[in-house]
């Protein structure tokens, strides 16, 4: 059960509350994050809600039949918006699009990949400072002199920052440089940085596992939200399979199957979960149709030279093209 408290509630009152539902045989977490405070109760018997939902200080009270709680649709009447200022928000009435390269290479890339997305009225940018790398001779990542000299062009031009935080102690040096931080696919079950973002008020976009479950991505976001941060995106990036013709393989169930779990809004990444480069526009707009809220996709001046993904990699004209054959697509779908 998610109960959710008033904002002015008295310490008697939250006490009288946690004896009756935990009288109910219910286990109690409370939770405050950036929107309200709720109080979880993880339990099996069968109650009238009207037992409780009259006590002093309830706003009200949900019974969510879901092992995770507070990420799940079944609570919550309207989908979630992620406002990340400056009149860049994220939700169902819109497309998202981020687009980038794969690495933060340097200042002529940053330029460059700045004035594309302008022209083309993209007003988030993916790039990774902090790259995790199935060899550690390859490219790691600039760190974070390369993600403020990131951040001094981007917020010159109003765009948005994405980019993976790999570690806990990261989460503060890149504070003031980002604008969400992005959970990679080897780290969505690193449950000491879930933890940690928890604690942060800003978003945060959890990816799929590699070979993590619908519901374990689920579950990764409920740590965020209950460590108290409500500003979550859920990612499909592909995940592992015995085919090999593909990177990945990209879970288009998942993108409806998330929507109807979950108030949270689900991001697609076709570049990963196909990683073929001339494979990424049908699967980002086969994303679309399926109900996605938003695309992330690596975009690069020279795809042949980029430092990493290259082969998943779109160049400029393919990314203008995609930017507006995605927009087309999510025009037919609202459509329907
Ligand atoms: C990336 O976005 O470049 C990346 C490394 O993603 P993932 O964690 O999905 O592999
Ligand atoms: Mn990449």
């Known amino acids: 059960m998610i109960i959710q408290l008033e904002q002015k509630i008295k310490d008697n009152d939250k006490k009288a509350i946690v004896e009756k539902v935990n009288g109910l045989k219910y286990k109690t977490t ?59 928000t994220i939700n169902d009435k819109q497309l998202a699009i981020m687009a980038g390269p794969c690495s933060i290479e340097g200042e002529e890339q940053i330029q460059q990949t700045v004035e594309h997305l302008k022209a ?32 001094k062009y981007a917020r010159e031009a109003g765009i948005k920052i994405v980019t993976e935080v790999m570690q806990v102690s990261q989460i503060e040096e890149m504070y003031d440089y980002v604008d969400i931080y992005q959970v990679g696919a080897r780290n969505t079950q690193n449950f000491n940085l879930l933890d940690e973002l928890g604690k942060i008020d800003k978003a945060v976009m959890i990816k799929r596992g590699i070979s993590g479950t619908i519901d374990e991505l689920l579950y990764s976001a409920e740590y965020v939200f209950s460590g108290g941060n409500e500003k979550l ?58 109900g996605a809220d938003g695309v992330i996709f690596e975009n690069h001046s020279v795809p042949e030279e980029a430092f990493s993904d290259g082969q998943q990699t779109l160049d400029f004209d393919e990314s203008a093209r995609l930017i507006r054959r995605m927009r087309q697509t999510f025009e037919l779908r609202e459509s329907f």
């Open 233 to 290: 995106l859920l990612c499909e990036r592909g995940i592992r399979t015995y085919e090999k013709a593909s990177r990945n393989t990209m879970d288009l169930n998942a993108i409806p199957i998330l929507k109807e779990k979950t108030h949270l809004p689900v991001i697609a990444d076709p570049s990963h979960g196909i990683g073929i480069r001339r494979h990424v526009e049908p699967i980002a707009l086969a994303s679309i149709m399926a």
């Open 120 to 151: 083309n009225g993209v007003s988030i940018m993916r790039g990774g400072v902090y790259k995790p790398r199935s060899s550690p001779y390859s490219f790691r990542g600039l760190g974070i002199e390369g993600l403020k000299l990131w951040n």
């Open 30 to 88: 409370e939770v405050t994050t950036q929107k309200g405070s709720y109080l979880i109760g993880i339990g099996k018997t069968d109650f009238d809600i009207r037992e409780v939902g009259f006590m002093p200080g309830i706003s009200d009270i949900h019974i969510v039949s879901d092992d995770y709680k507070l990420v799940s649709r079944k609570w919550k009447v309207k989908p979630t918006t992620i406002d990340l200022g400056d009149g860049v």
